[in-house]
């Protein structure tokens, strides 16, 4: 690529400068090599065309680090694997959980709760000491849809209704009850103003700065097994079904992998990347 500068159209459709340090930042987040980040860093300047998607520049990226690092080219993946846990959302609502839990919380997954008006079930109910989180989970497989102001509406509405039938109960006297909303993608600035206006609990893919989803699973390593390269689509799903969510479900879980056909030599590649992932847990 020569001096000039290259534009690149970002997933929402706007124009922007192509940043080699933002991909640099990037590729760094992989744990790859310094030596491997350059070759993908040259790669992809050297074939990089004005106005051509971030999508493409991704795609371009992953292919490289795959050739130099499968560990990293893995880890380099994580919002495609988050879109990987559809189609029904139950398994994000099972990772979600598993994200708390590393947070200290005791978590129940799709309880049923008795609200004031009507009963409503709860995607993930989070308690550490007398704090409840009542949370929902969003998910969404097009990383490009937004949570807008309709979602925090609507669970807010929720929250409360339920919020009323606690607080009759006795054993609840000294709980603090929150509403809570967590996404795959990111949220609309009027979602993230009113969920803020009525101190709901939000995530998404990278808010709260440094404590969005991408920040937590980088410090907790509790890396989706959807992130693994070494298993197919297919195999993914049959996982998911059976509500093996993590990597590091499969360590130890040869039998798992067994009866689904996968032959020896494969299964030992798949828990090696597994434990790889696992250890690599930001300090």
Same mark, same amino acid.
């Given at each position: 690529?020569?001096?000039?500068?290259?534009?690149?159209?970002?997933?929402?459709?706007?124009?922007?400068?192509?940043?080699? %340090?933002?991909?640099?930042?990037?590729?760094?987040?992989?744990?790859?090599?310094?030596?491997?980040?350059?070759?993908?860093?040259?790669?992809?300047?050297?074939?990089?065309?004005?106005?051509?998607?971030?999508?493409?520049?991704?795609?371009?990226?992953? !292919? +490289?680090?795959?050739?130099?690092?499968?560990?990293? !080219? !893995?880890?380099? /993946?994580?919002?495609?694997?988050?879109?990987?846990?559809?189609?029904?959302? =139950?398994? =994000?609502?099972?990772?979600?959980?598993?994200?708390?839990?590393?947070?200290?919380?005791? @978590?129940?997954?799709?309880?049923?709760?008795?609200?004031h008006c009507v009963?409503?079930?709860?995607?993930?109910?989070? +308690?550490?000491?007398?704090?409840?989180?009542?949370? %929902?989970?969003?998910?969404? *497989?097009?990383?490009?849809?937004?949570?807008?102001?309709?979602?925090?509406?609507?669970?807010?509405?929720?929250?409360?209704?339920?919020?009323?039938?606690? /607080?009759?109960?006795?054993?609840?006297?000294?709980?603090?009850?929150?509403?809570?909303?967590?996404?795959?993608?990111?949220?609309?600035?009027?979602?993230?103003?009113?969920?803020?206006?009525?101190?709901?609990?939000?995530?998404?893919?990278?808010?709260?700065?440094?404590?969005?989803?991408?920040?937590?699973?980088?410090?907790?390593?509790?890396?989706?097994? @959807?992130?693994?390269?070494?298993? *197919?689509?297919?195999?993914?799903? +049959?996982?998911?079904d059976k509500r093996?969510?993590?990597?590091?479900?499969?360590?130890?879980?040869?039998?798992?992998?067994?009866?689904? +056909?996968?032959?020896?030599?494969?299964?030992?590649?798949?828990?090696?990347?597994?434990?790889?992932?696992?250890?690599?847990?930001?300090?």
């Amino acid at each position: 690529m020569n001096s000039k500068q290259i534009y690149v159209t970002k997933m929402s459709g706007e124009r922007a400068l192509f940043e080699e %340090e933002k991909l640099r930042k990037s590729l760094k987040r992989s744990r790859a090599e310094d030596e491997v980040i350059n070759k993908v860093i040259e790669k992809v300047k050297a074939e990089i065309k004005d106005f051509m998607s971030t999508k493409e520049i991704y795609r371009m990226a992953f !292919a +490289q680090l795959r050739k130099n690092s499968s560990h990293a !080219a !893995a880890r380099y /993946k994580l919002k495609q694997s988050i879109l990987e846990l559809g189609p029904t959302g =139950f398994p =994000f609502e099972d990772y979600v959980s598993e994200l708390l839990k590393f947070k200290n919380y005791h @978590t129940e997954v799709r309880n049923l709760v008795e609200g004031h008006c009507v009963s409503h079930e709860i995607d993930i109910i989070a +308690q550490r000491e007398n704090r409840h989180i009542l949370v %929902e989970c969003k998910f969404h *497989s097009d990383q490009r849809r937004l949570c807008d102001v309709k979602v925090p509406l609507y669970i807010h509405s929720r929250f409360k209704d339920v919020e009323e039938e606690l /607080k009759k109960k006795t054993k609840y006297n000294n709980t603090e009850f929150v509403g809570g909303l967590v996404t795959n993608t990111r949220f609309s600035s009027d979602a993230l103003k009113y969920g803020l206006c009525m101190g709901l609990y939000l995530v998404s893919w990278d808010y709260p700065q440094g404590k969005g989803l991408k920040s937590l699973i980088d410090q907790s390593g509790l890396h989706p097994l @959807t992130s693994l390269l070494t298993i *197919s689509k297919y195999e993914k799903q +049959q996982l998911l079904d059976k509500r093996i969510i993590l990597c590091k479900d499969l360590i130890g879980k040869e039998k798992v992998l067994k009866e689904l +056909q996968i032959s020896e030599p494969r299964i030992k590649k798949i828990i090696s990347e597994a434990e790889h992932l696992c250890n690599l847990i930001t300090n």
